[in-house]
């Protein structure tokens, strides 16, 4: 099927050529005439009425969320006409990618084409020590960690649809990868737990959080703190 989107499509295009391969639809001026129309209420919806499509959004992201509704209701007959009202201004799931599940780069924009068609803005990267730290060259050693360009370019595939990729890493346990080594002596507790207390640790825990932020357009970052069971 093909189809001719009319409208400011700007900041849509990439998303655009991106849905057609994964969809399997064809983008040409003598394709059925989608109007695609920017809004300013929190609404969402697609139709297509007497041979002509429709597509109206606020956000980014729901433009592509109204694109599957829209490719959806083609597949049938008839006319159709849908409408949604989102409900959570940030809202996503958490990959984890630290338990010898370090997905590729290509692994990544698969699951962001599917949050993208599903209208979800976010996702979590769960990463305890899969993510290169200069100044540590233990720190993911052998662990398929991911460098600051791997991650850039997975924050860059994510912002063609408007989705907010959100770092998410450890800063007291959960560490017993990245704390087995000799440069850790000075700020490891246990064996999975820093040092409370320690200047050392703390540089430590500013160096991974300038690490794991620097690749992410986001200003949020998820410092986990969690199972500390044996701290002290």
């Excluded at 290169?132 to 791997?150: I, Q, S």
Aim: proline share 3%; with cysteine; glycine share 8%.
């Amino acid at each position: 099927m093909k189809f001719n989107f009319e409208g400011n499509l700007a900041e849509l295009k990439k998303g655009i050529d991106i849905f057609a391969k994964e969809f399997n639809f064809e983008i040409g001026d003598n394709g059925f005439p989608v109007e695609v129309v920017k809004t300013a209420e929190n609404k969402l919806g697609a139709s297509f009425q007497d041979g002509k499509g429709k597509i109206f959004y606020r956000d980014k992201i729901h433009f592509f969320r109204a694109l599957g509704l829209f490719l959806e209701g083609m597949e049938g007959a008839e006319p159709f006409e849908i409408t949604e009202e989102p409900q959570f201004h940030l809202v996503g799931p958490m990959l984890d990618v630290s338990r010898n599940a370090v997905l590729t780069v290509d692994s990544i924009k698969k699951y962001i084409n599917k949050l993208a068609v599903m209208g979800l803005n976010s996702m979590m990267l769960y990463t305890e020590d899969t993510y290169a730290v200069e100044g540590y060259p233990y720190f993911g050693y052998m662990r398929g960690r991911y460098t600051y360009e791997e991650l850039k370019a997975c924050d860059d595939y994510a912002d063609i649809f408007g989705i907010e990729i959100i770092p998410c890493i450890q800063t007291l346990a959960h560490l017993t990868q990245a704390l087995k080594w000799d440069y850790a002596e000075d700020i490891r507790d246990t064996a999975d737990i820093l040092l409370v207390g320690d200047e050392k640790t703390y540089k430590f825990i500013e160096d991974m959080i300038t690490a794991a932020s620097a690749p992410f357009r986001s200003k949020r970052i998820h410092i986990g703190m969690d199972e500390a069971h044996s701290l002290g």
